[in-house]
């Protein structure tokens, strides 16, 4: 029993169907329609491995056939849009393990494709009973409930598994709010952008301690959902999950900060509200930036602020068990948060698999998942919070020379990596790196 319908929790499901392991995904949204918010996640080598060991051959071929055009080039920029560095980008969007930008809302409905027998809508989790038989009952909000062999919790930083199963399991707040926007990509807002970032992926690092992610998403398909390439016309034709995928082309932007930037209670407002927030936060941006934020759909735009899981000491394996954000929520610091949540479910699929087969014992199994998973999870957590400011502590956000100092240092840096081959070198292979142990 997978309670929660996200990336992590679908990936693990669709690998365990495909290897004949009965499982049921209990997802307290009503439909595959629901839940539809949508920014980009970036996948890496280790997301699209378990992408590939995961889903059946031809919906893998449909997630590569779906993503959006890779980035030609990592941005580093000023708020005035001066480039600091622009460094091109290896890309190989055929190979298995590249690197890939995807529309969460396009991600999900791959992940919801031919499951229909596997997912229970409108299943909202409340708590679990595990029973003398070492079987698990969970109990949803309508009454129902449900027994199997296997409780696992992938519903996410609030999970309602967690907080039962280990309640000293903290999330805590890093300090930092972050407003994120969706602009249609058009041709006025083609032609705000250099073609340097309009292809690519760029970081910001504005004055006052303001910092900034865009990113130009652009997908295979056009405004009427007809495929752009020929190539990809016979997967789009047959996938029905474009149907119910409203991605078009667009330009994410977002900006983010130490809370007492924002105005209070910032994760309330919605609409243009947030939108005003926003420009009310990066009065001194290059217009072209603002008129962005100006062009946004109200209705995409959203604040939160960004949280981090506390490290947990290792527990007695169970039949409950854990994956993804249920059990490491981390930073959009370095990007590996989904990443992280697929392989937590390819490494859980093998051990589960070899249960089911009768290779282990199914609590083993699970024990030696957590014995992967657990570590690898606090690492990722630890380094997401030590990247690109995503913790109130970094000196960016400091006033005064201190703070002044750390965005020279931080500009220095990446323009000294755009100039010296050596240097972008490493750069580029530290993005490329496989961030996970091998846990086959």
Same mark, same amino acid.
């Given at each position: 029993?997978?309670?929660?319908?996200?990336?992590?929790?679908?990936?693990?499901?669709?690998?365990?169907?495909?290897?004949?392991?009965?499982?049921?995904?209990?997802? *307290?949204?009503?439909? &595959? @329609?629901?839940? =539809?918010?949508?920014?980009? !996640?970036?996948?890496?080598? +280790?997301?699209?491995? %378990?992408?590939?060991?995961?889903?059946?051959?031809?919906?893998?071929?449909?997630?590569?056939?779906?993503?959006?055009?890779?980035?030609?080039?990592?941005?580093?920029?000023?708020?005035?849009?001066?480039?600091?560095?622009?460094?091109?980008?290896?890309?190989?969007?055929?190979?298995?393990?590249?690197?890939?930008?995807?529309?969460?809302?396009?991600?999900?409905?791959?992940?919801?494709?031919?499951?229909?027998?596997?997912?229970?809508?409108?299943?909202?989790?409340?708590?679990?009973?595990?029973?003398?038989?070492?079987?698990?009952?969970?109990?949803?909000?309508?009454?129902?409930?449900?027994?199997?062999?296997?409780?696992?919790?992938?519903?996410?930083? *609030?999970?309602?598994? &967690? @907080?039962?199963? =280990?309640?000293?399991?903290? !999330?805590?707040?890093?300090? +930092?709010?972050?407003? %994120?926007?969706?602009?249609?990509?058009?041709?006025?807002?083609?032609?705000?952008?250099?073609?340097?970032?309009?292809?690519?992926?760029?970081?910001?690092?504005?004055?006052?301690?303001?910092?900034?992610?865009?990113?130009?998403?652009?997908?295979?398909?056009?405004?009427?959902?007809?495929?752009?390439?020929?190539?990809?016309?016979?997967?789009?034709?047959?996938?029905?999950?474009?149907?119910?995928?409203?991605?078009?082309?667009?330009?994410?932007?977002?900006?983010?900060?130490?809370?007492?930037?924002?105005?209070?209670?910032?994760?309330?407002?919605?609409?243009?509200?947030?939108?005003?927030?926003?420009?009310?936060?990066?009065?001194?941006?290059?217009?072209?930036?603002?008129?962005?934020?100006?062009?946004?759909?109200?209705?995409?735009?959203?604040?939160?602020? +960004?949280?981090?899981? %506390?490290?947990?000491?290792?527990?007695?394996?169970?039949?409950?068990?854990?994956?993804?954000?249920?059990?490491?929520?981390?930073?959009?610091?370095?990007?590996?948060?989904?990443?992280?949540?697929?392989?937590?479910?390819?490494?859980?699929?093998?051990?589960?698999?070899?249960?089911?087969?009768?290779?282990?014992?199914?609590?083993?199994?699970?024990?030696?998942?957590?014995?992967?998973?657990?570590?690898?999870?606090?690492?990722?957590?630890?380094?997401?919070?030590?990247?690109?400011?995503?913790?109130?502590?970094?000196?960016?956000?400091?006033?005064?020379?201190?703070?002044?100092?750390?965005?020279?240092?931080?500009?220095?840096?990446?323009?000294?990596?755009?100039?010296?081959?050596?240097?972008?070198?490493?750069?580029?292979?530290?993005?490329?790196?496989?961030?996970?142990?091998?846990? %086959?």
């Amino acid at each position: 029993m997978v309670i929660g319908g996200g990336t992590g929790g679908m990936c693990l499901a669709h690998g365990l169907k495909k290897a004949g392991v009965h499982v049921t995904v209990y997802e *307290r949204y009503g439909s &595959r @329609r629901d839940g =539809l918010y949508g920014y980009r !996640v970036g996948i890496d080598a +280790i997301g699209s491995q %378990a992408l590939h060991d995961c889903l059946p051959p031809t919906l893998f071929d449909t997630f590569v056939a779906t993503c959006a055009r890779a980035p030609s080039y990592f941005n580093v920029l000023t708020e005035g849009m001066k480039h600091t560095a622009s460094i091109p980008l290896p890309t190989d969007r055929f190979a298995v393990q590249a690197e890939r930008s995807v529309s969460r809302s396009t991600l999900r409905q791959v992940l919801f494709t031919d499951m229909d027998d596997v997912v229970r809508y409108g299943s909202e989790f409340t708590r679990y009973e595990t029973n003398p038989d070492g079987t698990v009952t969970a109990f949803f909000s309508d009454g129902s409930q449900a027994t199997g062999d296997v409780l696992v919790a992938a519903d996410g930083t *609030r999970s309602a598994v &967690r @907080r039962q199963y =280990l309640p000293h399991a903290t !999330v805590t707040d890093t300090g +930092i709010t972050a407003i %994120a926007t969706k602009t249609p990509l058009t041709a006025e807002t083609r032609a705000l952008l250099s073609p340097e970032v309009l292809n690519g992926l760029s970081l910001i690092f504005g004055r006052r301690g303001m910092v900034g992610m865009l990113h130009v998403m652009e997908f295979p398909w056009d405004a009427e959902g007809r495929p752009k390439d020929p190539a990809d016309a016979a997967l789009l034709d047959a996938w029905s999950g474009l149907q119910f995928d409203s991605s078009r082309d667009y330009v994410n932007l977002s900006v983010w900060s130490v809370h007492d930037r924002f105005p209070e209670r910032i994760a309330d407002r919605r609409g243009h509200d947030l939108i005003g927030a926003a420009l009310d936060a990066t009065t001194d941006w290059h217009p072209s930036l603002r008129r962005l934020f100006t062009l946004s759909d109200p209705d995409a735009a959203f604040a939160l602020r +960004i949280a981090t899981s %506390a490290p947990v000491p290792a527990w007695t394996p169970t039949t409950v068990t854990l994956l993804g954000d249920a059990i490491h929520t981390m930073t959009p610091g370095q990007g590996v948060g989904a990443n992280t949540a697929l392989w937590d479910a390819a490494v859980l699929c093998r051990e589960l698999t070899a249960a089911s087969e009768g290779r282990k014992d199914v609590v083993a199994a699970i024990g030696d998942y957590e014995l992967a998973m657990l570590p690898n999870g606090t690492a990722r957590v630890a380094a997401s919070l030590d990247n690109n400011g995503t913790s109130a502590g970094d000196p960016l956000y400091k006033s005064g020379v201190v703070g002044r100092l750390a965005l020279a240092g931080a500009r220095t840096y990446f323009a000294l990596t755009g100039k010296v081959p050596a240097l972008r070198r490493k750069f580029l292979a530290g993005l490329r790196t496989v961030r996970a142990p091998d846990a %086959a």
